[in-house]
C-alpha cells in the first residue's frame, strides 16, 4: 500500500512538473486591442495621401458616423487600422490624374515595433538601436502556435523587413501597408509582409518607415530612398493597374 501511494505521489509530482514547464514555456498571451488613438495627417505640400479636412481623426461612435482606429493586438497581428467605412470622414488618395476616397487603411504589425531610441542600460552603457535585438534577430515563427516568438528581451520578433537610420540620425523600422482605393474592388500598397503571408506581387515597392520615437507616438512615412512608390491594383483578381509616388506622412498618439 505504501508503495502504491508512492508511486501516485511520483506520478502526481511528475504531473505537476510538466505543467508548470509547459506554463513557463507557453509564448505571452495576447494583449489587448488599443483603441484611445488619434491620428493626424501632416498634408504637406506635395502630400499625395492626405485628411478630407485637415484634422484629426479619433476613435468615436455616433449614430451613423463611426470612426474606428485601433492597434490590433488581442489577435498578436499587431496591425494599426483605421476603419471609416460607416463614418462621415474619409482620405483623400491621389494617383496621377485621380483623387479617390479611401476609407480604410491597415499598416502591418505597427504596434510590435519598440521604441526606436538607443538603450542606456542599468550598468551605463548604451546599446545603438540598431543593435538592438529587434533588429539583429530578424523574424521567426513558433510553431506551436504560428504567431512570431519573443526575443529574449521581450521584444516580438517580426522585424522583417529591417531597421534604418536616416540623414536626421533617426532611427526606424520598415513595415508595409494597403489602403482602400476608391472602392471595395481597388487598393493601394506598399509592399508586403512575409510572415502574413502578404501579395507577393507587391514586392518592388517601397516600405513604411516607421518612427517610434516616445512610447505613446509613432511617424509613418513612406521611404524616401526608394521613391515613395506604392502600386495600385484590383482586389478581386491581385492585378497590378500602376505603379504611383505617393508621399504622406501620418503620426499617431495614444491618448492617455
Known amino acids: 500500500m505504501k508503495m502504491k501511494r508512492s508511486l501516485l505521489l511520483l506520478s502526481f509530482c511528475a504531473l505537476f512538473a510538466s505543467t508548470v514547464l509547459a506554463q513557463k514555456n507557453k509564448p505571452p498571451a495576447c494583449p489587448p486591442d488599443i ?11 506635395g502630400d499625395l495621401y492626405r485628411s478630407d479636412n485637415g484634422t484629426p481623426y479619433v476613435t468615436s461612435k455616433a ?24 463614418s462621415k470622414r474619409t482620405t483623400k488618395l491621389t494617383l496621377g490624374g485621380m483623387t479617390l476616397d479611401s476609407d480604410f487603411f491597415n499598416f502591418d504589425r505597427i504596434a510590435s515595433v519598440p521604441v526606436t531610441q538607443d538603450k542606456f542600460n542599468s550598468d551605463s552603457t548604451i546599446t545603438p538601436f540598431l543593435d538592438s535585438q529587434f533588429c539583429k534577430n530578424g523574424w521567426a515563427i513558433d510553431p506551436s502556435a504560428g504567431k512570431p516568438t519573443y526575443n529574449a528581451d521581450g521584444t516580438v520578433r517580426d522585424n522583417y523587413a529591417g531597421c534604418g537610420i536616416d540623414p536626421d540620425g533617426k532611427y526606424y523600422v520598415l513595415r508595409s501597408v494597403g489602403m482602400q482605393a ?16 502578404g501579395p507577393t506581387w507587391a514586392g518592388g515597392t517601397s516600405f513604411i518607415r516607421v518612427y517610434h520615437p516616445s512610447a505613446f507616438v509613432w511617424d509613418l512615412v513612406p521611404d ?11 482586389k478581386s483578381a491581385n492585378i497590378p493597374l500602376g505603379d504611383y509616388s505617393v508621399p504622406f506622412k501620418i503620426t499617431v498618439t495614444q491618448i492617455n
Open 63 to 86: 449614430r451613423g458616423d463611426n470612426t474606428e482606429i485601433m492597434f490590433q493586438k488581442a489577435n498578436c497581428t499587431y496591425d494599426f487600422t483605421m476603419n471609416l467605412i460607416s
Open 35 to 45: 483603441t484611445n488613438l488619434q491620428v493626424v495627417f501632416a498634408d504637406r505640400d
Open 224 to 234: 524616401v530612398n526608394t521613391g515613395s512608390m506604392g502600386r495600385y491594383y484590383d
Open 182 to 197: 476608391g472602392d471595395d474592388n481597388h487598393g493601394f500598397r506598399y509592399q508586403y509582409s512575409p510572415i502574413d503571408g
